[in-house]
């Protein structure tokens, strides 16, 4: 093959052949080493999914080697993550060493990880729909950055998800194409390795032609690539009619099954259902049982040929779906049977599909192993000359400074409040960060304070589009014209689809180069609805501010359903995001400026911060000591005396019932404390982590919940307050062995007003009067 010029169709074709085959000998060869080879010390299975990768490599080889372009990106479907290793290991960017620790600590991750992995990883995968739904939202970012001048048309991308068909029982594939087609979707392809088998069994033949309706309603293309060439032929000569006819209405479970069985079951059950119509028999008896087999088994999906005309041909914007049809199994004994999900080939299975190969033994890793030098050669200059092999490293966007922000002025203000003037303050303000920021919200925009930011900045569109309320002159508070330079992205009430833009935001950075500082709102208690995608967002370390706002009991007259309990404890949990819950304006403004620098930190994360629609009186600083303590996750409010005997703790809205509590007990117990506990979060992570370092680094730092319970006496009490789990603060009692009175919201709420609820709930200062005089008096 020359390698200098284009290779014909033809050498393209039998290189991307070879390719395929690589791909499915190396990623069975990697899982069958994980397995089988490897020794093990647990006695645990390790895993691996021979059958899925099968399935996919056709796809793979055709679209990597032919036609992904440097700045396509794509999602793989978590169990075709060897397959991806295995293109990386023939493009040079995967070691042998890594592919050998498959599944093992530092090897190759179980599913694509974009932070774990060593070879580039577009989109991190693993839960699936989100891998799927994320590259609909990465092309909407890609568009705004086009349009805000950050992004050169030419250089836009498509973005790919090679997905599994059991990921289109997943709501969030729907929730995602509804937004999409809102958004004008475009540049995007998604790939369904159709091979009608889910993990527990054969998918239902009831959806077939079900998902053309449901894709095109929503402007996609549909391009389904049923059959392969092998079978098209077939198809066209005397009697092809005919066995087109028996596939096409073949239920999916039967075709599996015969799969499996293989040339002989094909033979017969074709002979007795369609061996009677004309030419039939002599079709069928111009193939061998294993041509047999092959032919019935050539489905679109495992032609390369056919995927790359189909590739080919799909070169405008058009969001495109193509549904490959595949086997599960493909190629190996697992082939089509329902079980073959976790299934795996035995190590005489293994044997002999390497000597099927020709791969001698001892060089079952070699890149090119089996291919004679010739085909070697050519093949490591095709894959050398493929597009993707110019594929340059991410970009590191440069970053942006962060202004300080100052607390919004009032004697009375909420978090809530606060959190829209500093915001609609950035936005008139010509700093370079308020250009970055883009906001976002499922459809409580307004609920959530950002109304001033989007009236100064505007909704984006890609097409300009007039407010008709303002054209008619009807008075309104929102003024929203929608235009190509609008840096808010409404989104409809679909809180999954709200995270996921989040999440393809956060990376533009590296994905794009151009850093956005990505603002989203969302009523607290509904985080726990878009929970997996914002976990999907943190596991990609993309990076963001999460508003959950308004929080906690003290919604009120909302009632129950609307107030958010145990988002505290996710905050806590959640890897990746730094979750801080201010009581008072000027916390606020230096959370935010933390958020900003923290987001945009090599070893930064996202910030969650829990917010509050009640206005509760502010408090005049003397200083400014308390900011850096604030920042760390608490500090005193009230210092307390040396060796107090005890502290009032709280978080967030309640401070003032903290504050009246402590003015009440404060003479009756000497040297009374009062801390504010800005992140419970950033307390306990500090805590565990000082715990884990005396075991590693030696001498550790007291960490800053020690040293900030350092004055009070061994045996102090403590009454911990926060509107939410009272777990989020109880803990601290294990800092240094002090007795605590947990007092928070651990039921369900109710409508009410606040005296009402907070009396019943035990979050006013009677009730920490109560929890103190229980605690430290003996009463
Ligand atoms: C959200 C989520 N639920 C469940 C699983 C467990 N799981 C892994 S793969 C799979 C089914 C895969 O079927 P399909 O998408 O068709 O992939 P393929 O047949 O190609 O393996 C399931 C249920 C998961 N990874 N993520
Ligand atoms: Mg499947």
């Known amino acids: 093959m020359d390698t200098t010029t284009s290779p014909s169709r033809q050498d393209t074709i039998s290189a991307l052949e070879h390719l395929d085959t690589r791909l499915l000998w190396l990623s069975s060869w990697m899982i069958h080493n994980a397995n089988h080879l490897r020794p093990k010390r647990d006695g645990l299975k390790v895993g691996g999914h021979q059958a899925s990768c099968s399935s996919i490599t056709a796809i793979m080889a055709a679209l990597y080697f032919h036609a992904l372009r440097p700045q396509d990106k794509v999602a793989v479907k978590p169990h075709a993550g060897p397959v991806l290793h295995a293109i990386h290991y023939l493009l040079g960017n995967q070691t042998r060493e890594r592919m050998e620790r498959f599944r093992g600590l530092g090897g190759v991750q179980s599913y694509p990880s974009r932070t774990k992995d060593n070879i580039p990883v577009d989109f991190s995968t693993g839960s699936v729909g989100l891998g799927v739904a994320v590259t609909a939202f990465s092309s909407l970012v890609q568009d705004y950055l086009i349009a805000h001048g950050q992004l050169r048309e030419e250089d836009a991308g498509r973005m790919i998800a090679l997905m599994g068909d059991a990921e289109l029982d997943e709501g969030n594939i729907y929730e995602c194409l509804i937004e999409g087609y809102k958004h004008d979707l475009r540049n995007c392809w998604w790939i369904v390795d159709y091979n009608r088998q889910s993990l527990d069994a054969t998918t239902a033949d009831r959806m077939f032609r079900r998902f053309d309706d449901i894709f095109e309603t929503c402007g996609w293309r549909v391009i389904t690539l049923k059959y392969g060439k092998m079978q098209l032929a077939a198809f066209a000569r005397p009697g092809g009619k005919a066995l087109e006819e028996w596939i096409d209405s073949c239920p999916n479970a039967e075709f599996a099954a015969l799969t499996y069985q293989g040339g002989t079951a094909w033979r017969e059950r074709l002979l007795a259902d369609i061996g009677h119509k004309p030419n039939v028999k002599t079709l069928l008896d111009s193939y061998d049982d294993v041509e047999l087999a092959r032919l019935m088994t050539n489905l679109g999906g495992h032609c390369v040929e056919t995927l790359m005309d189909a590739f080919d041909a799909a070169q405008d ?451 920490v009067i109560d929890a103190a005089a229980e605690l430290f008096l003996g009463q």
Not at 454 to 470: C, M, S, T, Y
Not at 667 to 684: E, K, Q, R, W, Y
Not at 694 to 718: D, F, Q, V, Y
């Open 317 to 767: 914007d058009r969001p495109t779906l193509f549904i490959a049809y595949t086997v599960k199994g493909h190629g190996l004994p697992l082939a089509g049977h329902k079980d073959n999900h976790s299934g795996m080939m035995n190590p005489a299975q293994m044997e002999q599909f390497r000597l099927s190969l020709g791969i001698a033994e001892g060089n079952e890793w070699e890149p090119w192993g089996a291919l004679g030098d010739n085909v070697a050669t050519d093949l490591k200059a095709f894959v050398a000359n493929s597009p993707i092999a110019r594929t340059k490293a991410e970009p590191v966007a440069p970053a942006v400074p962060v202004p300080a922000i100052p607390a919004p002025e009032g004697a009375d203000q909420s978090t809530q409040a606060a959190f829209g003037r500093i915001l609609l303050e950035l936005a008139k303000s010509g700093e370079e960060l308020a250009d970055r920021i883009v906001t976002t919200a499922p459809d409580v925009t307004q609920t959530t304070n950002l109304g001033a930011f989007v009236n100064q900045r505007g909704l984006f569109r890609r097409q300009e589009l007039a407010d008709v309320f303002h054209k008619a002159k009807i008075p309104s508070a929102q003024k929203w014209a929608q235009h190509a330079a609008g840096q808010h992205i409404e989104l409809g009430i679909a809180e999954n689809n709200f995270f996921l833009m989040l999440a393809s935001l956060g990376l533009a950075a590296p994905h794009f180069g151009t850093r956005l500082l990505p603002v989203g709102t969302v009523y607290d208690p509904f985080i726990a609805r878009g929970l997996d995608a914002l976990n999907y967002g943190c596991y990609s370390d993309s990076r963001f501010l999460l508003v959950g706002t308004p929080s906690g009991l003290t919604l009120a007259a909302e009632g129950g359903a609307h107030q958010s309990i145990n988002t505290p404890l996710i905050g806590m949990g959640q890897p990746n995001l730094t979750y801080f819950e201010p009581a008072y304006a000027d916390e606020l403004a230096a959370m935010m400026a933390f958020a900003f620098d923290h987001m945009q930190q090599v070893d930064g994360g996202s910030v969650y911060l829990r917010l509050t629609t009640r206005a509760i009186p502010q408090i005049t600083r003397t200083d400014d000591t308390w900011r850096e303590d604030a920042l760390k996750g608490g500090y005193w409010l009230r210092r307390p005396a040396e060796g107090a005997d005890a502290a009032i703790v709280f978080t967030g809205v309640v401070a003032t019932e903290a504050l009246a509590a402590w003015e009440q007990l404060v003479d009756d117990i000497p040297g009374l404390g009062l801390l504010n506990v800005t992140s419970p979060d950033l307390l306990h992570r500090g805590w565990s982590e000082r715990h884990a370092t005396r075991w590693t680094t030696g001498s550790p730092a007291p960490c800053h919940a020690e040293t900030l319970l350092a004055p009070l006496a061994p045996g102090a009490g403590l009454v911990t307050l926060i509107d939410g789990s009272p777990g989020a603060l109880s803990w601290l009692g294990g800092v240094k062995g002090m007795r605590v009175s947990p007092l928070g919201t651990d039921r369900f709420g109710q409508t009410g007003d606040l005296p009402d609820l907070y009396r019943e709930y035990r979050l006013d200062s009677d009730a």
